[in-house]
């Protein structure tokens, strides 16, 4: 009843922002994402019919009951879990991210999704990935993606009990190996609103957010064509208008949700003028101040020289398509 994964960290080209049944935890709509050979969670499950509570340790940090990543993330999970297998045990799990948490980097898709998967392992619940995303996304809504590997699509789904609501691949790593994210680390800090706060608070009061809902569904028909095609113009310029378009609603939040920092402006200008240099890069923002440039393998050497002369970042780290969520061998304890 114990088992390990790895999961990694996807980054979407076109974003999910806000949910359409909480408990659930059903997207407003669907999106597309590449998942990253770097970024990644390794988490430790055991079931232990003597434990009397929960233990949850993240990079080396103890979550008791209590605290909102227990409570509203892992406690919550676990129940779902549990409900699935039929299995009512206390469990034991230490994970570790090899990257910032909570800073923009998707922590909680390759924490959920490394969970998850172990979950499935150590209690024997033999579920195929279709299953092991429909169960990460009880954690993390962005996890259902870090199932799979190479470029994926979270469905929207219609039914409310979420039967329709999964991940697949569009594309293995091996389709695209030329493409590239650069992750510039404008701040290593903790965001001062968590996404699930954000978009619930986007949902409820941005008048731009029925404009997001309405164009969204041709930014997934642009980007899942532009993959399969590998056309990178138009899976950039779509990811960077997407990302605009989201950021579009969190800044007429009420109150006002600002992810940004001075870093994250001075490359936007910076990649607006690359590009009209003849430098082919176009960037994507999450719910944190990180700038993500998507370009091919050709242009990332140049690129990343450029960003290092910027003194507001603090790191840089390419990545490309990444493999699948899986189990490992190596226990954290
Ligand atoms: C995304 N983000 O598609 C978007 C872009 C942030 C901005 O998925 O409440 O941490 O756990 O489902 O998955 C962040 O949302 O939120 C996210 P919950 P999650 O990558």
New binding site residues.
């Given amino acids: 009843m114990k088992a390990s994964a790895i999961a990694h960290a ?3 080209l ?4 806000g ?1 359409r049944n ?1 408990e659930v ?1 059903l ?1 407003q709509n669907g ?1 597309i ?1 590449m998942t990253t050979n770097d970024f990644h969670a390794h988490t430790t499950v055991e079931f232990d019919p003597s434990l009397q509570e929960d233990i949850l340790i993240v990079n080396d940090k103890e979550f008791p009951k209590g605290m909102e990543e227990y409570d509203d ?1 892992v406690g919550k999970f676990l129940t779902v879990a549990r409900q699935l297998s039929g299995k009512d045990l206390k469990a034991k799990i230490v994970s570790k991210n090899n990257f910032p948490t909570a800073a ?1 980097l ?1 922590s ?2 390759a924490g ?1 999704a490394a969970l998850a998967t172990a979950v499935n392992g150590a209690l024997g619940m033999g579920l195929d990935q279709k299953g092991l995303s429909m169960l990460a ?1 009880r ?7 870090s199932i799979h590997g190479g470029f994926v699509e ?1 469905l929207r789904g219609e039914n409310e009990d979420g039967s329709d609501c999964f991940a697949q691949q569009i594309a293995p790593p091996e389709h695209w190996p030329e493409f590239r994210m650069i992750t510039c680390i404008t701040s290593t800090k903790a965001k001062k609103v ?3 706060a954000g ?1 619930s608070q986007t949902l409820k009061t941005s008048p731009m957010y029925k404009a997001w809902l309405e164009t969204v569904n041709q930014n997934l028909e642009t980007v899942r064509k532009g993959i399969l095609e590998k056309n990178f113009s138009l899976v950039g310029s779509t990811a960077e208008e997407n990302c605009i378009k ?1 950021h579009a609603t969190m800044l007429t939040t009420k109150p006002s949700i600002v992810y940004w920092n001075a870093g994250t402006i001075e490359l936007i200008h910076a990649i607006h003028n690359w590009r009209d240099e003849g430098l082919e890069a176009y960037f994507t923002i ?3 101040p990180q700038v993500k440039i998507i370009c091919l393998e050709k242009d990332a050497e140049e690129i990343v020289r450029r960003v290092k002369e910027f003194p507001a970042i603090e790191d840089v780290r390419v990545v490309k398509p990444g493999p699948d969520a899986r189990l490992t061998e190596e226990h954290l304890f």
């Fill in positions: 996807n980054i979407a076109v974003k999910y922002w949910k909480k935890m997207p999106s994402s993330y923009g998707a909680s898709a959920f996304r954690g993390s809504g962005s996890a259902t993606r979270w968590k996404s699930r978009m989201m999450d719910a944190g």
